[in-house]
């Protein structure tokens, strides 16, 4: 038999046995986070992976990557407007730097009812604020939980406004925390978030504050004592993606990578829901002693946050999120 027709039926009897090559992606998503695997993002995260790989035949390979390895959250964000960074999911506090229509959810005590905040944030006035980052290069899909934020310290039991009297609080550098936490009475310390860990170890910071799901993820009661579920400010996360390369795909891709995005959205709201449930009762067992606040004092000892703020925020804005 000659050599070629040797070779030939060689290679048809090894593709036989083997089964059809497996096609490799023709797209590729790299998707950040600067927290924990562990973490809500992470869980949502690997949602939309699931979503978007089945409903493409596995056209796009979704890649993921946690805890900081491709940056911080303004890292992410920037890398997004250049396109050397596909996707990335951050808090939605950072994203003032890139438009200021996102203040309006720090302010203080605005969202107490996700259920409201939702409708907001899923309508008009969220589709309004999200393209607000249209022009830094990025297309922000859409709002996911982050969650309400609470506070942490190695000090003593947080109960009125006065007790953060002279406490040092790593805080996001965003000017509406700074602003809260020097009305307060403490010392807000902007930090990065990989620095946070170690800084409440050695006593840098007294305090900090995240919701229940990151102080538990991130292993806080081994550096803190005290948690106050103060719930004063409410952090939805935007996941986005560079407006590059999401123009550069096919429509079905296009639509599909939307699909996913909201699927995942509603999967990862209900997992924070359900979680925030569970975790009071989880964190306390990890040796945190528990306090309250009654809402209404803290509200109105912040009023001048609202004051300092009020001309560089949209007040349609915030009628919105305060009367839906």
């Not at 083997?18 to 973490?39: M, N």
């Not at 992470?42 to 979704?62: N, P, S």
């Not at 396109?83 to 730097?97: C, D, K, R, V």
């Amino acid at each position: 038999m000659p050599r070629f027709f040797s070779g030939l039926i060689v290679t048809l009897l090894a593709i036989f046995i083997a089964g059809p090559l497996e096609a490799a992606p023709q797209y590729s998503i790299r998707f950040a986070t600067a927290v924990e695997p562990d973490s809500h993002y992470g869980q949502g995260m690997r949602h939309f992976k699931a979503r978007l790989e089945e409903a493409t035949g596995g056209r796009v390979e979704v890649r993921l990557f946690y805890s900081g390895q491709l940056g911080g959250e303004r890292d992410l964000f920037e890398g997004l407007g250049m396109g050397t960074l596909e996707m990335a999911i951050t808090s939605s506090a950072p994203l003032i730097n890139f438009s200021p229509s996102f203040k309006v959810f720090d302010l203080p005590f605005i969202v107490t009812d996700r259920a409201r905040a939702y409708r907001v944030m899923d309508g008009p006035i969220g589709r309004e604020i999200l393209d607000s980052v249209d022009k830094a290069g990025v297309k922000a899909l859409g709002f996911w939980e982050n969650g309400f934020r609470h506070i942490t310290n190695s000090r003593r039991p947080l109960t009125r406004p006065g007790d953060l009297k002279g406490l040092k609080i790593r805080t996001m550098e965003n000017p509406i925390h700074l602003k809260i936490f020097e009305t307060l009475g403490a010392f807000p310390t902007p930090m990065a978030w990989g620095e946070l860990f170690l800084a409440l170890q050695q006593g840098t910071v007294d305090a900090q504050e995240n919701p229940l799901i990151v102080i538990q993820t991130s292993k806080y009661s081994e550096v803190q004592k005290y948690l106050t579920l103060s719930g004063h400010v409410y952090a939805p996360a935007v996941v986005a993606i560079s407006r590059k390369v999401f123009e550069a795909y096919p429509p079905e891709i296009q639509a599909a990578v939307i699909r996913a995005e909201e699927e995942a959205r509603a999967w990862e709201r209900e997992f924070c829901i359900q979680k925030d449930r569970e975790l009071a009762e989880v964190l306390a067992g990890e040796g945190f002693e528990i306090t309250t606040i009654d809402q209404a004092e803290w509200s109105l000892a912040l009023r001048p946050v609202y004051e300092a703020f009020q001309d560089q925020i949209n007040p349609a804005h915030i009628q919105a999120l305060l009367a839906e």
